[in-house]
């Protein structure tokens, strides 16, 4: 016997086993309604989570004695986190807190400088660097941009799932 006469039905099991395969797959991911709504829920809480701390980047630049509109900010990220946990992974709190934590240090850091320069900069743009710039306010800049960048990863990867 010859295999020949079977290469169109082993051909014919192998389509209707990647058609089956497919239309699983198909099935699975729209099977579930919300699915796609829970998706866009999550991917808008992390936009909006993302604004809000941009805003509060832009707030830590002022130059008002003491910030009163910062604590607000901080309450409204906190506020909003809390309302919408459903959709943030729990590790995700530690890394905001962390990244508006650095956002303030880095202001401290740069109005206690006493330079003029720093503090334009600083206004200006996230990354002063210039030569005179302290080690400590250096460092500071760095590990803003480092707990930015994580964030930033963490907001496009959500952005991007579907």
């Known amino acids: 016997m010859t295999l020949q006469p079977l290469a169109p039905l082993i051909a ?20 579930n309604p919300n699915r796609a709504a829970n998706a866009a829920a999550r991917r808008e809480a992390y936009a909006t989570l993302w604004q809000k701390l941009e805003e509060i980047n832009l707030d830590l630049r002022e130059q008002r004695a003491g910030n009163p509109g910062l604590f607000e900010r901080l309450s409204e990220i906190n506020k909003f986190f809390l309302a919408h946990s459903l959709y943030f992974e729990d590790r995700d709190q530690a ?59 963490k907001v496009q990867q959500v952005a991007a799932a579907s």
């Open 12 to 31: 014919l099991a192998g389509t209707l086993i990647v058609a089956l395969l497919g239309f699983y797959q198909w099935k699975r991911q729209y099977a």
């Open 95 to 153: 890394l905001i807190n962390d990244c508006i934590a650095a956002m303030h240090v880095l202001r401290e850091k740069i109005y206690a400088s006493g330079s003029a320069e720093a503090v334009s900069a600083f206004r200006m743009t996230m990354n002063p660097s210039f030569p005179a710039l302290e080690e400590e306010i250096r460092e500071a800049v760095e590990r803003v941009q480092e707990l930015r960048a994580r964030l930033k990863r």
